[in-house]
């Protein structure tokens, strides 16, 4: 004989609320074992015990409920385990990037007043092989390291020498409306007689550029360090100018795997070069 239960006491069993269960029902996740036509209470068996808190714990978790749903359907062990996995993959990677903003944050904290030195550059115009897109800010990262992998098969083919380490133009657009024309770049010399092949990959010119530069050690993540202290630098002395700013990646993933190795130039536009 089945054992019917009411809402309330699954609840108390499940611990998942009232309104929880409800909405499980709407979407499909969790569908009680019968509904009174008259009342409309829903009355649940006491098989779904142990599904309900299943379904709690991935929730906890932060697992959608699509995926739940999916694992729950899933028509067999391997199907299941893939869902999880993924998932558990998803959380390991938040998990860094939370510990990497505590340490950042710490950092912070232990030295909020670290002065770092500024260089005035003035660099030529150059050739460089790049992809510009159009990049949400969301998007950013994935486009970063795709755009540069497929400029490195690029470079070969193509003939061209590398003159330079990698580097990316940010128009200000990018930051104000976290969506901007990016343009990812390798500088080259040499017209090469190879073919310039590659999802839009070309050759471009490069405009040269007066430039505060400041070296930023560690990850990317804290890159907001740099442009925070740099920028303060410009504005002092009033010699900021429209322009994209420029990061150079002296050291960067395609050269270490240790994020705190990273070296990476923050160049900000200036109107004239002054002396250090």
């Known amino acids: 004989m089945t054992l019917l239960i009411t809402i309330g006491d699954f ?14 029902h709407d979407v499909g996740l ?36 699509d995926e739940v749903r999916t694992m729950l359907e899933a028509p067999d062990l391997q199907t299941r385990n893939k869902v999880i996995i993924s998932h558990l993959e998803r959380m390991e990677t938040q998990l860094a ?19 770092r030195p500024v ?3 003035a660099v030529v115009g150059m050739e460089a092989l790049a992809i510009t897109s159009t990049v949400e800010l969301e998007d950013f990262i994935p486009w970063w390291g ?7 098969r690029a470079l070969g083919p193509s003939g061209l020498t590398r003159s ?7 128009p200000s657009e990018f930051f104000e409306l976290e969506r901007g024309d990016v343009t990812a770049f390798i500088p080259v010399t040499g017209r090469g007689e190879g073919p310039v092949d590659g999802p839009g990959v070309e050759v471009i010119d490069v405009p040269g550029a007066e430039l505060a530069v400041m070296v ?12 925070g202290s740099l920028g303060v630098v410009v504005a002092e002395r009033g010699i900021g100018v429209n322009g994209p700013i420029r990061e150079h990646y002296l050291v960067g993933p395609f050269e270490t795997n240790d994020e705190n190795a990273f070296r990476t130039e923050v160049c900000w536009p200036i109107f004239q070069t002054v002396g250090s």
């Open 11 to 24: 609840s108390r069993m499940t611990h998942l609320s009232v309104k929880a269960l409800r909405h499980y």
């Open 30 to 65: 969790l569908e009680p074992a019968d509904v009174d036509p008259s009342s409309g209470y829903r009355l649940y068996d006491a098989a779904q015990v142990p599904v309900a808190q299943v379904i709690r714990r991935f929730r906890d978790l932060g697992m959608p409920v």
């Open 97 to 115: 990037a939370t510990r990497a903003t505590v340490t950042s944050l710490k950092a912070m904290l232990e030295d909020p007043g670290e002065v």
């Open 119 to 121: 260089e005035y550059r």
């Open 146 to 152: 795709q755009a540069f992998s497929e400029l490195r």
């Open 164 to 170: 330079g380490p990698d580097g990316a133009l940010y």
């Open 216 to 227: 930023h050690q560690g990850p990317f993540d804290d890159l907001d360090h740099a442009y």
